[in-house]
């Protein structure tokens, strides 16, 4: 089993900035992909973005192009978000997920993914 945990949520001002980290713990070796979902009240979970584990390929959801950036440090086993000209839009609690065992796709639905970490708040002020 692998265990997760985000830091580095809060507040931003719209353009601003702000980076999540997710740390991995337990069977690391096993994860195949780690991504990012965002959850706001009411709402299912949103994909934002995923990243292989070894090759580091990765795949964002359209709202999130060319404004976040999703790598992660292998030897650390943590995965990060450079989230960048933020937007009101994107506040919501953030999620790190992880999978173990490879697939033929890039996972991007919450159903891909079994460990998940407890969230971290965004709140983008306009």
């Known amino acids: 089993q692998v265990q997760l945990v985000e830091s580095g949520g809060g507040l931003a001002q719209a353009g601003g900035s702000l980076r999540l980290s997710c740390a991995a713990s337990g069977r690391t070796f096993s994860i195949y992909a780690m991504a990012w979902f965002l959850q706001k009240p009411g709402k299912e979970r949103e994909h934002v973005a995923t990243?292989?584990?070894?090759?580091?390929?990765?795949s964002y959801a359209d709202s999130v192009k060319g404004r976040f950036t999703a790598s992660r440090d292998n030897a650390k086993n943590t995965l990060y978000l450079q989230m960048t000209d933020l937007k009101p839009d994107d506040s919501a609690v953030y999620y790190c997920?992880?999978?173990?065992?490879?697939?033929?796709?890039?996972?991007?639905?919450?159903?891909?993914?079994?460990?998940w970490g407890q969230g971290t708040q965004v709140t983008v002020s306009s």
């Open positions: 990243v292989t584990w070894s090759l580091g390929l990765a």
């Open positions: 997920a992880a999978r173990s065992g490879s697939i033929y796709y890039l996972p991007t639905t919450a159903a891909d993914f079994r460990s």
